[in-house]
């Protein structure tokens, strides 16, 4: 149904600043050179009242920069070029900004919705998707210049427009997502970018909210909102097909109100099992990824918004929802139990790992700092003032499926 | 016992250069500035026969430079800074250089050893550690300057040396190690890298060889050349031991002959399963690592040499020894069937993946070129001409651990 209607909507989505979609190369040399350094222990964090960047270097753990003009990133969230130079950072308004880190400038920004959730990178690097409320659907750009390439309205099945909720990269320039308000599942294979394919799941359950892909690219699961449950496909069968798994998991039989939906991306698969956020519970279940069937829950200090394992997988990281995000709790994963409650700060919105896991860095909003926890002593490292912030990510996802 | 005697022979590992010592930022500024550039995209190729490197862009797919005056480097392998800039090339000279990637120079070599066989960096990227045959043992280096900090002799019960194989960083400064000549495994704890503590596991079967880690740093899996069967260390256990595995593994009971003794830190894990090379057998060997049980294997065309699944553990790809070393085959791993034989070229010695997996490059040595195929389509993307090429190593082995 939806492959009917690419390539609309393009006055939405036209380069609102062309001359800041020059290729990057034709910048990098009229600037001031930068010192010459490798970009593989950079990262980036949102000043989400500030609409800014601070960089960052994790070898340093100190802030190397910042970048300004960035609108709404009230949510916000970021994916990085294939060479780990550039951020494309996904503000709440709808603008779309390549960030080159090494310049500390903006080389390209768009504003290509009105409402959006976020994107994400095709492995080759050469398409960043976003994924949008309003209007709902997904827009495909080219990495390099921001260019729109094609306009892919998510639509009902009476011919609404639908929000579009848990994008995620598949191999061979695919993305998945799920549209809220159709119940239904997307590829798209965007080989020919500006004549995107797409195949449709429908069926797949009541208002997806969010989703996430196994580390191995293998699972899609989406958390449904209106019913109790996940929608899970495998995409490595021959016609990916969605069926439900976890019937107990889910809102629609909770009796405490539910601060702050979790967000599934930060799901932890460890081993064989994955961590899931219970939704309004204080608890992190733990699920067979084998099976996908529960094997067990692990009683936590409040709702879970972001459980996310150590890149080991010897240690998951629990943050909470109001009134308990001044916490945070470890879980040990060999013994399934919490070993540590922590207190790193006022509102933790956010964790990051550093990608070999020694250390993980975490944002206390309220308390305009980032705190570097060492994962093993688990001691502090180092703390940097920042502006209320919230997302923290660094440029190892570039090298990583379905973020 | 190995703990008595630190930092003993200094005179063999003195940096021959002085000059070339100089911190990498003090380089950089008098060198003529390279164009700015992303390096999590980047990698190296050893010219075996001319002791250089040819540098690599996997987005380009191309060379970007060359890199000469490494020596010896017909067995060399190489790991990388935490920020993908710096490679440090292990060559069986003893030589350990530092390469800056991005100035494209030799900034730090020292000759470190008679015979060598490769290192490790710690996941702080503090430390670069090498692995000796001449004289056995291992020295701590720090990585900015490769100044000696610690040398760690390997010896046998009786005193003797022993050659040091199967090196692996752990995490927190660790670094793990097996003794062919003493049958032991170390750990050598480096949190003061001037005076590591080295913990020794004895007994833990006849000349170990080669080893590996897995990719979630738990199991260290070092193979037996002396008897059949591997050694196994569980390193999430609170007093990590050896215990033995795959009993029917090895080349004690071989009847046919080795050409070439696998190279173990190629070993697969994808899923929950291990795919490994049969010694001398024509088969690859699927072990379960919940039980490491062996539970299937796999006819292959030839003695396999390297057996390495692609990111998302969807595939493994196997070469060969000679005779049969011009071809590599591709395992699918849901039906554990071998569906692709390609030939890519004379004398295949090496492969690695791009961090996504969607491109693997292969070594040809005696057709003077590097392979790129497209991991889905198996269709050629690239052909580049390089020297002789060994082994292919990508940045994004910065932010892996073991290797």
């Keep these: 149904m939806m492959n ?3 390539l609309l909507s393009l006055s939405a989505s036209a380069p609102l600043l062309a ?17 010459l350094q490798g970009t593989g222990d950079l990262g980036v964090v949102i000043e989400r009242a500030q609409g800014a960047l601070t960089l960052v270097n994790t070898s340093r753990r100190e802030a190397i920069g910042r970048v300004t003009g960035l609108g709404d990133l009230s949510h916000a969230s970021v994916v990085f070029s294939r060479d780990e ?17 090494l310049t500390q400038r903006i080389t390209a920004r768009v504003m290509q919705a009105g409402n959006s959730i976020g994107g994400a990178i095709s492995a080759d690097g050469s398409l960043v998707v976003a994924q949008n409320y309003t209007p709902g659907g997904i827009k495909v750009f080219d990495a390099a210049t921001l ?3 094609a306009d892919l309205p998510a639509l009902t099945p009476s011919g609404e427009r639908s929000r579009v909720v848990g994008l995620a990269d598949l191999p061979q320039r695919r993305f998945i997502y799920s549209l809220f308000d159709a119940g239904a599942i997307c590829i798209a294979d965007c080989a020919d970018p500006r004549k995107p394919r797409v195949t449709t799941l429908e069926g797949i359950g009541k208002q997806p909210y969010d989703a996430l892909v196994s580390p191995n690219g293998r699972h899609y699961i989406a958390g449904l909102f209106g019913e109790d449950g996940l929608a899970m496909v495998d995409l490595w069968e021959e016609s990916p097909r969605a069926r439900r ?12 109100p539910v601060y702050k939906m979790p967000h599934l991306r930060g799901w932890a698969v460890a081993g064989r099992h994955a961590y899931l956020p219970a939704i309004g519970r204080h608890e992190v279940l733990i699920v067979d990824t084998a099976t996908w ?3 067990g829950r ?5 709702q879970p918004v972001f ?11 629990v943050n909470f929802s109001v009134p308990d995000y001044n916490r945070v709790q470890v879980i040990d994963t060999p013994s399934q139990r919490v070993v540590q409650t922590l207190e790193p700060g006022k509102a933790v919105l956010h964790m990051e790992f550093t990608p070999r896991g020694e250390s993980v860095w975490i944002s206390c909003r309220d308390d305009n700092r980032v705190q570097v926890y060492d994962t093993h002593t688990l001691q502090t490292q180092a703390t940097l003032p920042v502006d209320a912030p919230s997302g923290i990510f660094f440029t190892a996802r570039a090298q990583r499926m379905g973020f």
């Design 4 to 6: 009917r209607r690419t």
């Design 19 to 35: 001359s800041g979609c020059a290729a990057p190369s034709s910048l990098a040399t009229s600037a001031p050179a930068p010192a």
């Design 85 to 101: 130079r550039f951020a494309y950072v996904f503000g709440r308004d709808g603008g779309l900004t390549q960030v080159d880190i």
């Design 147 to 149: 260019e729109l390439l």
């Design 245 to 256: 798994i976890l019937g107990g998991y889910g809102r629609g039989q909770q009796p405490l």
């Design 293 to 295: 069937a529960e094997v």
């Design 298 to 302: 692990i009683p936590v200090a409040g």
């Design 307 to 317: 459980v996310m394992a150590r890149p080991d997988g010897r240690q998951v990281w």
